[in-house]
């Protein structure tokens, strides 16, 4: 059964945030106000999203754990505006998963740094609550070109995964997701890392997730409208497509550049990215194929053998407690801030 805890934090920050694309992300960028002096008010409708998600769920509150945010994450008297609001969350949730995972485990040395937008608090995070001569025993993996460019802004020892050892797991992996379900399945690959993001997880003993509320749902498909990011070799891609619709995909199409460039967008492994959207996801019970209504794991090991399919933005199976021995794709926890200046914790 999963666990879900409501962990009350404080603490919220506004930075620049930046995609996974091969001409390069932007580097990590300086640490700004914690909260802005002004901004404007809204209102979002994620209330009732978390309210449904978490509806059939047990929750307990809890003081914040041993390990604090800094002083300065303290909560601002003004209203921060949307915009503000998601970045603060994600910086909520960024620190939260840091204490829990890694700042009580000085012996984990070997940590994967996933890509997109929440990973720039993780970094932060990391820099922030690790002491400096336990920060100088770790190395850090990147799943991507903007991940690197992160762990080497912030001074942290790089190294890259084809370099680990035969045998040898990465301790914990840091990583945020497009889409959760209740059962930790995951669709990834917005910023078309999916490939090296999968690699690296399953190279972990433990995958941490780190998102917003935004990302909660209660089927893979629900809220993520985009469709299911998948790596195909571009001569394959017409091929591919037509399988899709076969399958019951909703207008599968290969992800354009524009407006950055023309044509197809092209990852770090020199492949192009289809997304194919289908009905939501059964957590649960059985593929209706006639339908086009899948469930997570059928639908992934259909995706996935696919001629022409390199990987998929499915991530699904086993967590690190079921597998032991890495090649699980699913995360032990994922961590969502949450708007109102708390974060939620979902446990595998």
């Known amino acids: 059964m999963n666990k879900h805890h409501h962990l009350l934090l404080r603490g919220a920050s506004s930075l620049t945030v930046s995609l996974c694309k091969r001409s390069g992300p932007t580097h990590l960028p300086p640490a700004g106000p914690l909260f802005p002096s002004s901004g404007a008010g809204g209102t979002t409708t994620a209330a009732t999203i ?3 998600f978490f ?6 509150t809890l003081t914040s754990p041993h390990h604090h ?5 303290r909560m601002s008297t003004t209203t921060p505006s949307p915009v503000d609001l998601i970045e603060q969350s994600k910086r909520l949730a960024a620190f ?3 204490t829990a995972h890694l700042v009580p485990f000085p012996s984990r040395t070997r940590i994967g740094i996933g890509s997109g937008s929440t990973v720039i608090y993780v970094v932060e995070a990391i820099t922030t609550l690790v002491p400096p ?5 770790m190395t850090f993996y990147p799943t991507g070109a903007q991940s690197e460019q992160l762990i080497e802004s912030a001074g942290l020892n790089l190294q890259y995964i084809n370099k680990l050892p035969p045998g040898t797991l990465l301790d914990v992996c840091f990583d945020g997701a497009d889409e959760v379900d209740p059962n930790l399945n995951l669709i990834k690959g917005g910023g078309a890392c999916l490939w090296q993001e999968k690699i690296v997880a399953t190279s972990s003993k433990k995958f941490v997730c780190v998102a917003d509320f ?11 409208k985009k469709g299911i990011p998948i790596e195909v070799l571009p001569l394959a891609a017409n091929r591919v497509l037509g399988e899709l619709e076969r399958m019951g995909s909703l207008g599968p199409k290969v992800r354009p550049g524009l407006p950055g460039k023309a044509g197809a967008v092209v990852t770090d492994n ?6 194919a959207p289908f009905r939501p996801l059964r957590v649960e019970g059985t593929s209706d194929k ?3 209504e899948w469930q997570v794991d059928e639908l992934a090991d259909a995706l996935i053998k696919i001629p022409g399919v390199a990987e998929i933005g499915l991530f699904y199976g086993k967590n690190g407690n079921q597998a032991g021995e890495g090649g699980a794709q699913k995360p032990v926890e994922a961590y969502f801030g949450m708007e109102d200046g708390s974060v939620k914790v979902l446990s595998a």
């Open 214 to 224: 935004r990302k909660m749902s209660p089927a893979l498909g629900t809220m993520w």
């Open 96 to 98: 939260q998963s840091v």
């Open 133 to 137: 001569t336990t920060l100088s025993t």
């Open 50 to 52: 978390v309210s449904n």
């Open 290 to 292: 006639e339908k086009g």
């Open 270 to 275: 020199g492949m192009w990215i289809v997304d």
């Open 69 to 73: 945010l800094p002083k300065t994450a």
């Open 55 to 60: 509806s059939r769920h047990h929750h307990s």
